[in-house]
């Protein structure tokens, strides 16, 4: 919605190429082992789990200030201030990431209750400069965020699975969020100078879920 409000809002015609660069906090989700769960599965039941996957997550990054970039397949990219400004990003993506840790662990259970394989989703969070902006052509136009933020979240969604938790975040990220007014429930665990493939340098991480 709040792409389509800026879209109706604008005072000249869209075209790709146009950008804007803010900060803004990168949600990224995915669902461990879902290849080689839909090889087992039918067509329909794998669109089912998908469906069922989404309506879980979505709405909860909705209610929490977020957006949806995209459906990387049993991925979600979600940007937090990308569409529209707001002070409180990073408090918001972490409050978001909390939540949907403690959702897809419900349903985990559920699935495992009806004697369906249970589901695990890692859950990632970063902050930083990003581009909000329009790419594709005449044909296809498509707003999208690119940036550091970006490609961090997409590489720190795997580690959740190496360091055997559901959702992780930067100390970097999560400092900003708690001047933001991110109220933690309790401490949480603190991982420093932990090596990400693909990054240079070690980071730290801290353990949301």
Same mark, same amino acid.
């Given at each position: 919605?709040?792409?389509?409000?800026?879209?109706?809002?604008?005072?000249?015609?869209?075209?790709?190429?146009?950008?804007?660069?803010?900060?803004?906090?990168?949600?990224?989700? *995915?669902?461990?082992?879902?290849?080689?769960? %839909?090889?087992?599965?039918?067509?329909?039941?794998?669109?089912?789990?998908?469906?069922?996957?989404?309506?879980?997550?979505?709405? #909860? #990054?909705?209610?929490?200030?977020? @957006?949806? *970039?995209?459906?990387?397949? *049993?991925?979600?990219?979600?940007?937090?201030?990308?569409?529209?400004?707001?002070?409180?990003?990073?408090? *918001? +993506?972490?409050?978001?990431?909390?939540?949907?840790? +403690?959702?897809?662990?419900?349903?985990?259970?559920?699935?495992?209750?009806?004697?369906?394989?249970?589901?695990? @989703?890692?859950?990632?969070?970063?902050?930083?400069? @990003?581009?909000?902006?329009?790419?594709?052509?005449?044909?296809?136009?498509?707003?999208?965020? #690119?940036?550091? %933020?970006?490609? $961090?979240?997409?590489?720190?969604?795997?580690?959740?699975?190496?360091?055997?938790?559901?959702?992780?975040?930067?100390?970097?990220?999560? %400092?900003? +969020? $708690?001047?933001?007014?991110?109220?933690?429930?309790? %401490?949480?665990?603190?991982?420093?100078?932990?090596?990400?493939?693909?990054?240079?340098?070690?980071?730290?991480?801290? @353990?949301?879920?």
């Amino acid at each position: 919605p709040e792409v389509a409000n800026r879209i109706r809002g604008s005072m000249h015609e869209i075209k790709a190429g146009e950008g804007q660069l803010r900060n803004a906090a990168v949600l990224t989700t *995915d669902v461990r082992g879902f290849t080689t769960l %839909a090889i087992s599965m039918l067509p329909n039941e794998v669109i089912s789990l998908l469906i069922e996957y989404q309506q879980r997550i979505v709405p #909860i #990054i909705q209610r929490h200030g977020g @957006v949806v *970039d995209k459906f990387l397949g *049993d991925g979600i990219l979600a940007t937090f201030c990308g569409a529209e400004p707001n002070d409180a990003y990073a408090a *918001d +993506a972490l409050r978001a990431a909390q939540q949907i840790g +403690a959702s897809t662990e419900a349903w985990a259970h559920e699935r495992a209750a009806r004697g369906e394989r249970p589901i695990f @989703v890692g859950t990632a969070v970063t902050a930083g400069r @990003v581009i909000f902006g329009a790419i594709g052509d005449q044909s296809r136009l498509e707003f999208t965020v #690119i940036g550091d %933020a970006v490609n $961090l979240a997409a590489k720190l969604e795997k580690p959740t699975k190496a360091e055997r938790v559901r959702t992780l975040t930067t100390g970097e990220t999560y %400092a900003l +969020a $708690l001047d933001q007014g991110f109220a933690p429930s309790h %401490a949480f665990e603190r991982r420093p100078s932990r090596r990400i493939e693909g990054l240079a340098t070690p980071i730290d991480l801290v @353990v949301l879920a």
